[in-house]
């Protein structure tokens, strides 16, 4: 009896410690996860305004290069993931140097998103409060995915999705459930603060579908086709990485010529679609519109931005992809246009991120329940069929995903 009443008093001592660890961790995620949406939505605003603005794009990358310099150290969304297994600390410095940088890619109009800063600016937050609460090692790993899933849920409005995601990203195939209250904490407290500065979550009504072997071997078919196309968007981005730092060594030169490029792409183009993260275009594909090769060009623009150094992250930019690619292809099936749109939103946010779980939650969270089994079927057929590609090479695939077996490799 006496050990049984011990046990519950150390569960309710770390239930305290929990609550009000992972509540400053998402306060203070919440409000910096809102100032960043915020800061982000006016220098778009600006840049939209002021048309010129594109045109120091690569004076933009060179500055973002000269921070980065100043740190004297890499900084980037892998050191988080792999902080999480123990194997990096998250300096104060990755927080203001991923807010600036990130918010200069867009002022200036590079393609990237904002999950990237987003999982920077919360594991920064994280662990170093978790350093000042004296944290012992093992909790430091917790508190850095409270951290990431608080600014995430700040940003995107989809706490449920956080939560899962902080959990689910870093060991594809292992959920660290000991982080799962601390992350329901800090995510929904995030969420509650954000709303709070007056911001709104993503979310979008689509035609509800029933379940039918009509309409499941079109979604099937159709996220075969959107895992295709995550694959080749995380290989794009390999491939520029690897011969942007191959053929132009030197990093100041590299960021004005990868600016000057976009610059120019642009102008060819004739259009601003694909500057910046797109959520207009996004909006348009699940409404139905989308041009045939817009997910092609996304892929080109975010390739050559995020290899050139510009900062914010690539999950956006896959959103796009997605769903302009979703939207075209899932009419030439058969399948509504919003629909279609909305499945390959999901499947090829699950295609680079390994991530299932999350990514079901999204569709939940953004699209409502009403095509639950689709987006299941969806989520399924976009885990297997992608593979072992994943936009962060740190991720560690832990198991198959053909067979119960144990691989431990990180995602290619």
């Not at 500065?197 to 078919?221: A, E, P, Y």
């Not at 593979?387 to 991720?395: A, D, I």
Request: hydrophobic share 50%; aromatic share 10%.
């Amino acid at each position: 009896m006496k050990e049984r009443i011990k046990k519950l008093l150390e569960y309710v001592k770390s239930l305290a410690k929990w609550i009000i660890i992972a509540g400053a961790v998402g306060a203070v995620g919440g409000a910096v996860g809102s100032l960043f949406h915020l800061s982000i939505d006016y220098v778009t605003e600006l840049r939209e305004k002021f048309l010129w603005i594109l045109y120091l794009l690569p004076v933009g990358g060179v500055i973002i290069c000269l921070l980065y310099k100043l740190s004297k150290t890499k900084l980037d969304t892998n050191r988080v993931i792999e902080s999480v297994r123990g194997e990096q600390d998250v300096p104060l410095i990755m927080a203001p140097l991923i807010f600036a940088s990130t918010v200069i890619t867009h002022f200036f109009g590079g393609s990237a998103g904002r999950e990237g800063a987003a999982l920077q600016l919360g594991g920064s937050i994280g662990y170093n409060l978790g350093r000042l609460f004296r944290l012992k090692e093992s909790d430091l790993h917790i508190i850095v995915m409270a951290g990431m899933s608080a600014v995430f849920a700040a940003l995107f409005g989809t706490p449920i999705t956080a939560i899962f995601f902080a959990l689910e990203v870093t060991s594809v195939g292992i959920m660290y459930y000991a982080g799962l209250l601390p992350c329901i904490i800090s995510a929904i407290l995030a969420s509650v603060i954000a709303k709070g500065f007056g911001l709104h979550s993503v979310k979008f009504d689509i035609v509800s579908q029933s379940l039918s072997l009509s309409n499941s071997w079109r979604v099937f078919v159709l996220t075969a086709l959107c895992a295709v196309v995550g694959i080749l968007f995380c290989l794009a981005i390999e491939k520029s990485e690897k011969y942007m730092e191959k053929y132009i060594k030197n990093n100041f030169l590299r960021a004005f010529a990868g600016g000057a490029i976009i610059v120019l792409l642009t102008l060819v183009l004739g259009t601003r679609d694909y500057n910046g993260a797109g959520m207009d275009v996004i909006t348009r594909a699940i409404n139905g519109e989308a041009d045939a090769f817009a997910f092609a060009l996304k892929i080109v623009f975010t390739a050559i931005t995020i290899s050139a150094g510009f900062k914010g992250g690539e999950i956006v930019p896959a959103f796009f992809v997605g769903s302009t690619f979703g939207c075209v292809v899932g009419g030439l099936l058969g399948l509504p246009p919003q629909l279609g749109a909305a499945i390959g939103f999901v499947a090829l946010f699950c295609s680079v991120t390994n991530c299932p779980v999350a990514s079901l939650l999204l569709a939940l969270e953004v699209f409502g329940g009403a095509n639950l089994p689709l987006f299941v079927l969806c989520c399924g057929v976009s885990y297997v069929l992608s593979g072992y590609s994943g936009l962060y090479k740190s991720q560690r695939i832990m198991y198959s995903k053909l067979e119960a077996k144990y691989v431990n490799i990180n995602a290619k």
